[in-house]
């Protein structure tokens, strides 16, 4: 929703104030609140807290006399909604990969754990949450019904999947799979207090989701047909029996605001999986200023003060609808201002929101010339949020794309002006897809 490049720390003051203000908590879904390990997992902080006493205690031992030390499980268990069903990877997996803070020598999303836990349940019909290396993410997923295509779509900052409402409406109804997922911070997911989390990181956290639903069709398509119990044991076997999912399928990658940063790396980390991609206001550049980051960073009690006024504001639903208005260039629907505000009654959301500014950095650089991948831009020509211009100077950037305005929207047309904004992706889809094979016949693809 609101875009990640407004960097003044008055900003982010007014936008946690007026979306957390006095509310009554709520966490109908299991949200943790989490922080990253050495290795890469996932765990609460109480824990975290647990293992590094631990490791001090023994790096304070003489050698020989070490004590033995009670296992601290990294991991939490997070007990599923009622009448939730569960399915799990069981291919083998790789040797886990230790990640360090910055996700440099981060390659692949693949170098994630194969077992992954996929849970059936949450706000929506078609919601799932899938646990990765203890981090819980939520998504929704709309198997294919004959259509061609495969669609991943991600939210901008402050925002959820439901953003993306009148989009997954219109590409159900043509038949094609859709994931919609939301980025840890925001919507159902985890909250992350403490570890990196660049585009690049999050990017290679969707591709290990990717990866995880193919394996589970992959293993439903083994699935002996004969075998009514076999057939019906996972989630995937009920409700992906319709799937399309192919190999050389590839995916089509639409990114609203924050979200262009996410596709972009997604596109550079593994090119050869993807068809095209859609940036809707994308903002690819910019973010947090540094120093912005840098006060998060050396102002003692800085982010918990800020948390502390965002929780504990005196801002009300008038004030969140007036922010929701400047995104959207008009007022918002009541059901609207509800659905933004909903997820930021879940404890924490203001404190780890900005602990992915202060930690958001990466030394890989995001780099929108090296992508060689068609795109369609789609811009409002009234967004204050991330402005036109910014859409030229992406459309200057990018080796092949198309730039389209919408006359008189604002920041989120995926919302406001949703037939346009579809009218345009339907217009443009097959021509996008000639670009694509045009690229492919001319000069061979390296492998991602």
């Given at each position: 929703?609101?875009?990640?490049?407004?960097?003044?720390?008055?900003?982010?003051?007014?936008?946690?104030?007026?979306?957390?203000?006095?509310?009554?908590?709520?966490?109908?879904?299991?949200?943790?609140?989490?922080?990253?390990?050495?290795?890469?997992?996932?765990?609460?902080?109480?824990?975290?807290?647990?293992?590094?006493?631990?490791?001090?205690?023994?790096?304070?031992?003489?050698?020989?006399?070490?004590?033995?030390?009670?296992?601290?499980?990294?991991?939490?268990?997070?007990?599923?909604?009622?009448?939730?069903?569960?399915?799990?990877?069981?291919?083998?997996?790789?040797?886990?990969?230790?990640?360090?803070?910055?996700?440099?020598?981060?390659?692949?999303?693949?170098?994630?754990?194969?077992?992954?836990?996929?849970?059936?349940?949450?706000?929506?019909?078609?919601?799932?949450?899938?646990?990765?290396?203890?981090?819980?993410?939520h998504f929704r997923w709309i198997p294919s019904e004959g259509?061609?295509?495969?669609?991943?779509?991600?939210?901008?900052?402050?925002?959820?999947?439901?953003?993306?409402?009148?989009?997954?409406?219109?590409?159900?109804?043509?038949?094609?799979?859709?994931?919609?997922?939301?980025?840890?911070?925001?919507?159902?997911?985890?909250?992350?207090?403490?570890?990196?989390?660049?585009?690049?990181?999050?990017?290679?956290?969707?591709?290990?989701?990717?990866?995880?639903?193919?394996?589970?069709?992959?293993?439903?398509?083994?699935?002996?047909?004969?075998?009514?119990?076999?057939?019906?044991?996972?989630?995937?076997?009920?409700?992906?029996?319709?799937?399309?999912?192919?190999?050389?399928?590839?995916?089509?990658?639409?990114?609203?605001?924050?979200?262009?940063?996410?596709?972009?790396?997604?596109?550079?980390?593994?090119?050869?999986?993807?068809?095209?991609?859609?940036?809707?206001?994308?903002?690819?550049?910019?973010?947090?200023?540094?120093?912005?980051?840098?006060?998060?960073?050396?102002?003692?009690?800085?982010?918990?003060?800020?948390?502390?006024?965002?929780?504990?504001?005196?801002?009300?639903?008038?004030?969140?609808?007036?922010?929701?208005?400047?995104?959207?260039?008009?007022?918002?629907?009541?059901?609207?201002?509800?659905?933004?505000?909903?997820?930021?009654?879940?404890?924490?959301?203001?404190?780890?929101?900005?602990?992915?500014?202060?930690?958001?950095?990466?030394?890989?650089?995001?780099?929108?010339?090296?992508?060689?991948?068609?795109?369609?831009?789609?811009?409002?020509?009234?967004?204050?949020?991330?402005e036109p211009e910014r859409g030229k100077e992406l459309h200057?950037?990018?080796?092949?794309?198309?730039?389209?305005?919408?006359?008189?929207?604002?920041?989120?047309?995926?919302?406001?002006?949703?037939?346009?904004?579809?009218?345009?992706m339907d217009r443009y889809d097959p021509i996008l897809r000639?670009?694509?094979?045009?690229?492919?016949?001319?000069?061979?693809?390296?492998?991602?």
């Open positions: 929703m609101f875009s990640s490049i407004r960097p003044a720390i008055l900003t982010v003051l007014i936008l946690f104030g007026a979306a957390c203000q006095s509310v009554e908590p709520r966490n109908e879904y299991h949200v943790k609140s989490v922080v990253e390990l050495e290795s890469g997992q996932y765990t609460s902080p109480e824990k975290a807290a647990q293992l590094a006493e631990q490791k001090d205690k023994v790096s304070q031992q003489p050698s020989g006399e070490l004590e033995p030390s009670a296992k601290v499980d990294p991991g939490e268990t997070v007990e599923p909604a009622e009448n939730a069903e569960t399915m799990e990877n069981t291919e083998p997996a790789a040797e886990e990969k230790t990640q360090s803070k910055d996700d440099a020598d981060a390659t692949k999303a693949n170098d994630a754990p194969a077992d992954i836990k996929i849970e059936k349940g949450g706000p929506y019909e078609e919601s799932y949450f899938a646990t990765i290396r203890g981090l819980r993410v259509g061609r295509a495969r669609y991943v779509l991600i939210h901008g900052f402050a925002a959820s999947t439901y953003s993306y409402r009148h989009i997954i409406d219109h590409l159900r109804k043509k038949g094609h799979e859709i994931i919609a997922i939301d980025l840890p911070d925001y919507g159902y997911s985890d909250r992350i207090l403490q570890g990196n989390q660049s585009a690049y990181t999050r990017a290679n956290l969707v591709w290990a989701l990717l990866d995880a639903l193919d394996r589970s069709q992959k293993k439903t398509s083994r699935t002996s047909p004969g075998n009514p119990d076999e057939a019906n044991s996972s989630i995937a076997a009920r409700d992906t029996k319709k799937s399309t999912w192919q190999k050389e399928g590839r995916w089509i990658l639409i990114g609203h605001s924050m979200g262009g940063s996410v596709i972009t790396a997604m596109a550079a980390r593994r090119p050869a999986e993807v068809e095209y991609l859609v940036y809707l206001a994308g903002a690819v550049s910019g973010g947090p200023g540094f120093w912005t980051q840098k006060a998060l960073d050396w102002i003692p009690g800085l982010p918990s003060a800020i948390a502390w006024y965002a929780e504990n504001s005196l801002f009300n639903k008038e004030r969140f609808a007036s922010l929701l208005a400047s995104a959207y260039g008009r007022d918002p629907d009541p059901e609207d201002i509800d659905a933004y505000l909903e997820p930021f009654r879940i404890p924490d959301t203001a404190a780890s929101i900005l602990a992915s500014i202060r930690e958001s950095r990466s030394e890989i650089e995001l780099d929108p010339a090296s992508i060689s991948l068609p795109a369609l831009l789609i811009w409002g020509t009234k967004d204050t949020w991330v200057r950037s990018l080796d092949r794309s198309i730039l389209e305005f919408i006359e008189d929207a604002g920041h989120c047309a995926l919302e406001t002006e949703p037939e346009k904004v579809e009218e345009l000639a670009m694509r094979h045009n690229a492919e016949t001319s000069s061979p693809e390296t492998p991602g």
